[in-house]
């Protein structure tokens, strides 16, 4: 029997941060400061509760540009926006370099406030998991509505699943019984026509697939802030609505099985 090879801490650090949203089931773990205030203390020991909604906002641009990398990671063509953000929300950061006496590398947050001390571990981890060249075995899974982040423990490093028994079986079963995958159950393109879809939009704007959709349809009011932040991303994306945003606003469910996350 083949021994697992273990995701080494760094990277479990970075998995867990990517996955403070589960587009599957449309469920984000920081819907406030307070939130994100919490997970940063449970998970990164942090000490500081000074969080507002700006911290958020950069928290969440750190964490789907992260996850635009693991799509990379997968084999998949990139949008420039998320990847736009990140970079954005990385000059944003009062981060410091440094060196020990053994040579080795860190970054510190010294002095600063908000979240910049919170996310220096996660932006560590980064760093160590690239030095030691398991950076690009952190990927997200293929199948658009899930997106979630994993390691890749295949012997070729070639897998494109989360779990081959949830959302790879999905795929393959789709396909084989003949069905047409529906928008939004696809595998994320690997060429430079990828259509965005709303967890794009979902995922630039910082907010829920539920709220783009009430943006889209019109048929739920939302604040005017927050229909400001969808409409831009939708026009950086150039996301143009399709049956399955009907659907989800009419409030049909959608044909989707359990992926073991």
């Not at 599957?24 to 406030?32: E, G, V």
């Not at 860190?106 to 030691?132: F, K, M, N």
């Not at 509505?145 to 890749?152: K, L, M």
């Not at 399955?244 to 049909?252: D, E, F, H, N, Y």
Request: charged content about 25%; overall charge neutral; some cysteine.
């Amino acid at each position: 029997m083949a021994i697992e090879d273990p995701i080494p801490p760094a990277l479990l650090l970075v998995r867990d941060f990517v996955n403070t949203v589960e587009w599957q089931i449309d469920n984000d773990s920081w819907q406030d400061p307070s939130d994100l205030a919490g997970w940063c203390t449970n998970k990164l020991g942090w000490q500081g509760h000074d969080l507002n909604a700006d911290d958020l906002d950069l928290a969440k641009r750190l964490r789907e540009g992260l996850r635009s990398v693991l799509l990379m990671h997968a084999g998949h063509y990139p949008f420039a926006k998320p990847l736009e953000e990140l970079n954005d929300a990385l000059r944003r950061l009062p981060l410091r370099m440094s060196f020990d006496d053994g040579g080795a590398f860190s970054l510190s947050a010294a002095g600063a406030s908000g979240i910049a001390p919170a996310l220096t571990p996660v932006l560590s981890a980064v760093e160590a998991a690239r030095a030691d060249g398991n950076w690009t075995r952190l990927k997200a899974c293929s199948r658009d509505t899930c997106r979630w982040a994993y390691w890749d423990n295949s012997r070729n490093q070639s897998g494109r699943w989360c779990s081959m028994a949830g959302c790879g079986n999905y795929i393959k079963m789709r396909r084989r019984n003949g069905y047409d995958v529906e928008a939004g159950e696809d595998t994320i393109a690997v060429s430079g026509t990828r259509v965005p879809t709303m967890v794009d939009v979902a995922g630039l704007a910082g907010v829920s697939i539920k709220t783009v959709s009430n943006v889209v349809t019109g048929s739920v009011n939302v604040a005017e802030a927050t229909r400001s932040r969808v409409t831009a991303a939708i026009e950086e994306l150039d996301y143009r609505p399709n049956l399955a945003a009907r659907a989800l606003a009419a409030g049909r469910p959608r044909k989707t099985t359990s992926s073991e996350h």
